[in-house]
């Protein structure tokens, strides 16, 4: 299973872009990276997935180098209700359970 | 329908108590999970079902029993806990082992 690490915290402001990269150095050439958010006391919420390169949806962009061994999910302009826990998870799809297997999360503080 | 359910939303059970936890979900899809999740603590991947048979059981204690009724509902059979036991539990679904639907979770208390 690929291990993941990630800064256990980050601060910032309301309107500010926010970056979190996400380590994972033994990433096999099948797995893919996923990120969650969690709000307290709810369940984790899809953000976004990819394999290579750049992958942008409605709510975040996650930037992979060529090399994949690390990955950076970016929220553009957080608000408040931004704060959460985000985490970084890799594996591949075919029932391995790195991509089931949740790390330390990033802690993000919005201020405002 | 997007949503997977849990009920109940707390629970509060004794040692000797057994209790169940329910989740369900309409999305036809053909993995369900249950984790449990300590305060400020990563979810913890507990037991993996997929198309209604388990496929993963990461070492958990027998006192936790799962069940895959059908293809849309989970249980989660309570025996004899531990007030250790006392966490979130939250079921997700996927179509694929990719992207997961939680549901809410159940806040359990073992007194």
């Known amino acids: 299973l690929a291990k993941t690490t990630q800064p256990i915290s980050m601060d910032s402001y309301e309107g500010q872009e926010v970056n979190i990269t996400c380590s994972h150095n033994?990433?096999?050439?099948?797995?893919?990276i996923t990120w969650y958010q969690q709000f307290p006391s709810q369940g984790p919420r899809f953000i976004i997935q990819g394999y290579k390169t750049k992958v942008t949806n409605e709510v975040a962009s996650l930037f992979i180098p060529a090399d994949r061994k690390s990955s950076t999910l970016s929220l553009p302009r957080v608000s408040l209700s931004d704060t959460a826990v985000y985490y970084c998870l890799v594996g591949d799809m075919g029932g391995s359970q790195g991509n089931l297997i949740f790390g330390k999360g990033t802690k993000l503080s919005v201020k405002p | 329908d997007t949503e997977v359910t849990q009920t109940p939303k707390h629970l509060v059970m004794g040692m000797t108590n057994k209790k169940s936890l329910k989740c369900e979900q309409h999305m036809g899809h053909r993995a369900m999970y249950w984790y449990k999740q300590k305060a400020k603590k990563p979810p913890e991947l507990m037991f993996v079902y997929s198309y209604e048979k388990l496929s993963i059981n990461e070492s958990v204690p027998s006192r936790f029993s799962p069940e895959c009724p059908n293809s849309s509902l989970l249980n989660l059979h309570l025996h004899a806990l531990q007030p250790e036991d006392s966490a979130l539990y939250l079921c997700a679904s996927s179509q694929d082992y990719d992207e997961q639907y939680f549901g809410p979770g159940t806040r359990l208390t073992v007194t």
């Open positions: 033994n990433i096999a050439t099948n797995d893919y």
